[in-house]
C-alpha cells in the first residue's frame, strides 16, 4: 500500500524552445499546482530576469547547458537524487533539446528511479 510518505513524485518534463519560454511554462504550471514543495532542473542558465526564485517550497536547480543524458549524467543524478530525498511533491524537468527526451526519459526509467518517481506528462515547445 502506498502512503503519502512514500507515494512516488510527479515528475513533468519539459523540452525544447527557449529557456525562458521553458521556464515561463514551468512558473504557469507551478501556479496552477496546491501550495507544495516543488522540484526544478533547468538545462541552461537565464540570459535576463529570474522567473523562478528558490523559496521554501521551491527547489530550483540551474545546471549549465550539457545534454543531461549524454554530458552531464553524472551531475543530473546528484541534483536529481537531492531534489528526491527533499520530499518534494513534483519535479518539473526542463531541456533544452527535445531530440534528447526520449533518452532522458530512458535515463529516468534506471531501476533505481522505479518506486521513487512516476511521469505524470512531457511537453514539447516550439520556438
Known sequence: MVSAANKPITV??????S???RETWICNQ???????????LLEGLPQGDFLLEPSQNLLLERLASGCFC????????VVLNRLIRSKTSHIFIG??????LASFK??????????????ESEHILSS
Open 70 to 77: 549524454c554530458v552531464g549524467n553524472l551531475v543530473v543524478r
Open 95 to 100: 531541456l533544452s533539446l527535445a531530440e534528447h
Open 30 to 40: 507551478i501556479s496552477q499546482l496546491p501550495a507544495q514543495k516543488i522540484g526544478v
Open 12 to 17: 513533468t518534463l519539459i523540452a525544447g524552445s
Open 106 to 119: 530512458t535515463f529516468l526509467q534506471d531501476s533505481s528511479y522505479q518506486e521513487l518517481i512516476q511521469f
Open 19 to 21: 529557456y525562458s519560454h
